[in-house]
């Protein structure tokens, strides 16, 4: 790999590791998803010097509810995070009108925060890609968007890439994943390990680096970098 660019791990969870070790030429991007994951992750990347995500996802609403969620909105203002993320919606992970009704509400206010702050968001959208994209048009979001771990279809890829937004690839191979890594770009293509939790840690992110390669029959070296550039301009890093 080339030395003057690192390898860039667009989105995993430093706060969920047993141990933290950071090779030098590796840059990864850690991510919160609750309160608690927040204060984590800022204290993590400020030790590590390396960019953080903030925000409150939709699972974390389903669990804990969201009466906390001014606090947790006024604690994202003072971490001054490099994106606002993960956001979005989930209806894996809703049972209930109630549960959707509240992702739905926190949604919005991640999205106004973002829209203050000015800053690029990071989505994450299970089972509910059409409505997320749909609210991303109604909102016309202007600051950036990256697409955490796409799972939609191609179709639906193009259409967020007219918004601007890059589409993040993870590790795992499927026929969809295979396509769209095919026929989007390289300039809108971020990469990912969501580690720990889909692998076990962000020096994996080479999988997704060879993944693309081979998919799109590119060297490695310039996928490694291309998507590490399309990663230093979306967080501004
Ligand atoms: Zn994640």
Redesign the pocket.
């Known amino acids: 790999m080339k030395d003057h660019v690192p390898i860039i791990d667009a ?1 995993c ?1 430093l706060d969920s590791y047993k141990h933290i070790q950071i090779k030098p030429g590796w840059l990864p991007v850690t ?1 919160g ?1 609750s309160h608690f994951s927040n204060i984590k992750n800022t204290a993590i990347a400020k030790k590590y010097k390396i960019p953080y995500v903030l925000g409150i996802a939709p699972q974390t609403t389903v669990k804990e509810g969201i009466t906390k969620l001014d606090l947790w909105i006024n604690e994202i203002k003072k971490y001054k995070p490099n994106a606002i993320g ?1 956001i979005g919606l989930d209806l894996y992970w809703a049972k209930t009108s109630e549960n959707v009704k509240n992702e739905e509400i926190v949604f919005y206010k991640m999205l106004d925060l973002a829209e203050e702050l000015k800053l690029p968001i990071v989505i ?1 959208s299970r089972n509910a890609e059409k409505k997320v994209i749909d609210i991303l048009y109604e909102r016309k979001y202007t600051h950036g968007i990256m697409m ?2 796409f799972s939609g279809t191609l179709k639906q890829a193009e259409k967020v890439i007219d918004l601007g937004a890059f589409i993040s690839i993870s590790p795992l191979h499927s026929k969809e994943r295979r396509k769209i890594i095919n026929s989007v770009a390289l300039e809108n293509l971020l990469v990912e390990t ?1 580690s720990p ?1 889909i692998v076990r840690t962000f020096y994996e992110v080479e999988r997704t680096i060879e993944y693309i390669a081979e998919t799109k029959k590119l060297d490695k070296n310039i996928v490694a970098e291309c998507t590490a550039k399309n990663a230093i301009r979306f967080f501004d890093i």
Do not use: I, L, Q, S
């Open positions: 989105h969870h991510v998803y993960e994450h955490h771990f969501d939790y």
